[in-house]
């Protein structure tokens, strides 16, 4: 079958399997490998991308679903060359080392934020509670968060 | 990937297509909310003779309504969707449903899985439908151009058991007016922040001039279905909310519970410990619940 939708702002047609996950449809069938596959069951957060703005976890979502739907990854965040805020907060204050978890996170922390532009430390520890990191015992991810958070007051 | 090969990915426009769908495929077709868990028992090797998934989106039953003090909750509202309907919790009565989709899980899921999906899984150790029996819900289900309500309790067969005919499906979750007064709450208790429930608890309870007036107590994850107390909550009825009376309905429920869920992560003793306890713990948080 076939679906269509709006991927970092471009409309993409692409042909799936009726019970195809959205995380197999991006990486193999169109390339974009910045969304990882984590633990395959929703429980990681590495897979997190945004549909229609929320985030979801793209392994145990189905491809047909999302049908007309707008995506948006990780490739679709920088601008011209230039970081999304979002990415380059995570960069300046080291919210990651070996970087597999962090598109996840950066996708999720996007959609807080859009929702809800200044959190407390609390509303981002509680927002991130799908995500899991191995390096960084998360104080980075938290402080890179909260950084975003002050700057928008 | 898992044990499901679809060959079809379908969504019905009409209830009359979902029936006939579910008439033409029978077994092997599947209705999904948000396919959260569909895909977890996918990748658990179940499923593999699903060959047409049918999804509810294009019935418009994602809206949430009140009537005559009655809320509907149609079956394709998700979990972000339903805690978000602050105006609804404000008085309390149905406190235990935020209580319950706080922290149900991480917002990747809530914002995907539907109250129906949580409804009709039918998994034990879910908390919604814990909460949703102890507002004394029902659920509507569609087939064959006519409805039936069914008790939430009963609804709910068994382990991955609805109440579901040929040709049926799940179309709304009807939770009833409550008596003035009343107040809900949920609690639960879990190994870790990402786990399920080893044992939940939700209460409606209504104090008037100091004493209860009626209770309703449902546990989850205690057997294959959520476990309504009543004897339990009858201790309480026409009773001060004294540490006394929540002995003694500890003590009750010791009684009443018996043979709870015994597997790998705890012992059917210790499932009955924390029962009494979110017990007390419950009904003390329902009711000195206040308006917001």
């Not at chain 2, 019905?12 to 077994?27: F, H």
């Amino acid at each position: 079958m076939k679906i269509s939708v709006t991927l970092n702002g471009q409309q993409r047609d692409v042909e799936i399997e009726s019970g195809e996950m959205l995380n197999f449809t991006l990486r193999e069938r169109l390339g974009l490998t910045g969304t990882k596959r984590g633990c395959d069951s929703g429980g990681c957060g590495a897979c997190t991308v945004l549909v229609d703005n929320k985030p979801v976890y793209s392994c145990m979502m189905f491809a047909a679903k999302v049908d007309g739907s707008e995506l948006i990854t990780i490739e679709g965040l920088q601008k011209d060359g230039q970081l999304d805020p979002v990415q380059k907060a995570y960069v300046d204050l080291y919210a990651l080392q070996c970087g597999y978890c962090t598109p996840g996170f950066i996708m999720l922390t996007k959609a807080l934020l859009d929702t809800n532009p200044h959190p407390s430390e609390e509303e981002v520890r509680e927002a991130l509670v799908g995500n899991l990191c191995r390096c960084t015992g998360y104080t980075k991810i938290v402080e890179a968060v909260m950084s975003l958070s002050r700057e928008r007051r | 990937m898992g044990g499901l090969r679809p060959n079809y990915y379908l969504k019905p426009q009409t209830p009359a297509e979902v029936t006939s769908i579910l008439r033409q495929y029978k077994e092997h077709a599947l209705v999904i909310g948000g396919g959260t868990e569909i895909y977890e028992l996918s990748e658990r090797g179940f499923l593999t003779d699903i060959k047409a998934l049918i999804d509810l989106s294009k019935l418009g039953l994602n809206k949430i309504r009140t009537h005559d003090g009655e809320v509907s909750l149609g079956a394709s509202v998700t979990l972000s969707q339903l805690e978000s309907q602050k105006d609804l919790y404000r008085d309390g009565t149905l406190g235990c449903l935020p209580d319950a989709l706080h922290d149900l899980g991480p917002p990747q899921v809530r914002n995907v899985a539907t109250v129906g999906g949580a409804v009709t899984a039918c998994i034990p150790f879910f908390d919604l439908p814990t909460a949703l029996a102890s507002l004394d819900s029902a659920v509507e289900v569609n087939g064959e151009g006519s409805s039936r309500r069914i008790p939430i309790l009963s609804f709910q067969k068994d382990y991955l058991q609805p109440d579901l005919n040929e040709g049926e499906f799940v179309t709304r979750i009807l939770v009833p007016r409550q008596d003035k007064g009343t107040r809900s709450a949920f609690v639960k208790f879990v190994a870790n922040a990402g786990d399920w429930s080893l044992v939940n608890c939700s209460c409606a309870v209504r104090v008037s001039a100091g004493r209860v007036a009626a209770a309703r107590l449902v546990f989850g994850a205690v057997s294959n279905k959520p476990f309504s107390a009543e004897k339990t909550a009858s201790t309480l009825v026409g009773k001060e909310l004294t540490e006394e009376t929540l002995d003694s309905a500890a003590d009750a429920l010791e009684k009443e519970l018996v043979d709870p869920t015994s597997d790998g992560k705890a012992s059917g003793n210790y499932r009955r410990r924390l029962a009494k306890i979110l017990l007390r713990e419950t009904v003390k948080r329902a009711a000195s619940r206040e308006t917001r």
